[in-house]
């Protein structure tokens, strides 16, 4: 999210912060970030930031020692200016706490030389955000558009034969080797004043365009021109009609006006921002992904160079209100979520019940079910002429002494006219045993 408007509030805000404050010791870093450590220490120094495009400069100044001999800088301690050059990647940003209150994703550490002690912290909670010690702005990025408008002006106009604007003007515009400051909601927002579809040829768009020697007034001049036209009538300005380029210094140039209430991601309001806004994440607008994978955000036609497949992406961007409104939706969210969560758990506990209930009546029943049979097999009275069903059911439970098979061979007959498929292992076991008796009562006549 951070782009060119953001960074310099950020180094606005390091040097509002740290001037006039001594700090002091090394500059820690925490164990979990993988950038390179910051190999300075120093006993005083100061602390001054300066932006260009999508990068920040630190740069540390070790207090040397006056005529008096006051502060000295000893062997083991930094002598020499260092440059520390930030980039935010996604979530980066520069915030300025107590010593006890440092934050969770606090990456680098500059400590002050005061008690109770302050610092001066880089927080990146998604950890894209990059430092370089001893390093210098990037040779790639070309030149800002906020500070360096007329460089920035005559280095796109004269490269446009280069293959980066045969991609679409929206591609383009994220090049930072031309368009160093320039992120995704800031294209959205210059495309849409144009009303110039965001996938049309880039060079179509910029070869009508001709070199401008302007002062840096005029171009803050149209900012207030594009505001509102009945100032620009009061104070007698001519408007004139803004190209892409002009737009790509101007509009960066809003977001600065808006302040620190425009961006503070320490505080996570964006408000201000959003009010400001007027396609970026805006209901009624279209979005497409780019061949690049990023959303673009418009309104009308496309253009002729839209990439195959690419479908319309519904992704909103939460609306933040004031703080009362905000308190107050909060609070409501709060009741909302306090009352299901009181609701579900007593549907949940009635459930239990009813399940609990369901299977003890299950069980009793399967118990009533099975105490049933021994209950009727013990009051039934004793007849002597009639034997028992369950008697004659079970022949394989004969005792192995009882007389001949007669009885047995009756009984299997009975039940092979009856159940054919259970008398096949009967059989078996009927016949097994007799073979045993009779061998048995032979042997017992031979003797």
């Known amino acids: 999210m951070p782009e060119g408007p953001e960074l310099h509030l950020a180094s606005l805000y390091v040097n509002k912060t740290c001037e006039g404050l001594v700090f002091s010791g090394a500059v820690e870093k925490s164990e979990v970030n993988k950038n390179p450590e910051v190999p300075f220490s120093c006993d005083a120094y100061f602390i001054k930031a300066q932006s260009r495009g999508k990068e920040v400069k630190l740069t540390l100044t070790p207090i040397k020692s006056d005529d008096d001999g006051k502060r000295r800088v000893t062997k083991h301690q930094s002598q020499q200016a260092m440059d520390v050059v930030f980039r935010f990647g996604m979530s980066g940003f520069f915030r300025f706490t107590s010593a006890d209150d440092l934050p969770k994703h606090a990456h680098l550490r500059f400590y002050t030389n005061e008690n109770p002690r302050r610092v001066l912290s880089f927080e990146d909670t998604r950890r894209f955000g990059s430092w370089h010690p001893n390093g210098t702005w990037q040779k790639d990025r070309g030149p800002c558009v906020i500070f360096e408008y007329e460089s920035f002006r005559e280095n796109v106009i004269s490269n446009l034969g280069d293959k980066t604007f045969d991609k679409p003007i929206c591609e383009a515009l994220l090049n930072q080797k031309y368009f160093n400051g320039i992120g995704n909601y800031l294209r959205a927002e210059i495309l849409f004043r144009l009303q110039i579809p965001p996938f049309v040829k880039a060079r179509t768009v910029l070869e009508g365009l001709v ?73 009624g607008m279209k979005s497409l992904g780019d061949h690049n ?146 061998s048995g009562t032979r042997r017992g006549r031979s003797t």
């Open 293 to 438: 994978g990023r959303t673009i955000w418009f309104q009308g036609d496309p253009g002729p160079m839209v990439p195959k497949g690419a479908k319309s992406r519904r992704i909103m961007w939460k609306r933040q209100k004031d703080d009362h409104q905000s308190t107050d939706s909060k609070s409501a969210k709060k009741t909302r979520t306090d009352s299901t969560a009181k609701a579900k758990p007593a549907k949940k506990k009635e459930n239990v019940k009813v399940k609990q209930e369901n299977v003890a009546s299950k069980t009793q029943n399967a118990s009533k079910r099975l105490k049933k049979p021994p209950q009727k097999a013990n009051t039934a009275p004793a007849d002597e002429n009639k034997k028992p069903k369950t008697r004659e059911k079970r022949s394989s439970k004969v005792h192995p002494k009882t007389g001949t098979n007669t009885v047995k061979g009756k009984r299997v007959k009975e039940v092979i006219k009856t159940k054919r498929n259970s008398v096949t292992f009967r059989k078996s076991t009927t016949k097994a045993k007799p073979q045993q008796k009779r």
């Open 211 to 283: 070199l401008k020697h302007e002062d840096k007034k005029k171009v803050k001049m149209e900012i207030t021109v594009a505001e509102s036209a009945d100032k620009t009538r009061k104070k007698g300005v001519k408007a004139e009609t803004p190209d892409l380029l002009s737009l790509c210094h101007t509009v960066p140039l809003e977001v600065v006006q808006l302040g620190e209430n425009g961006y503070a991601p320490a505080k996570g309001k964006y408000s201000v921002l959003q009010a400001w806004m007027r396609c970026y994440c805006v209901e």
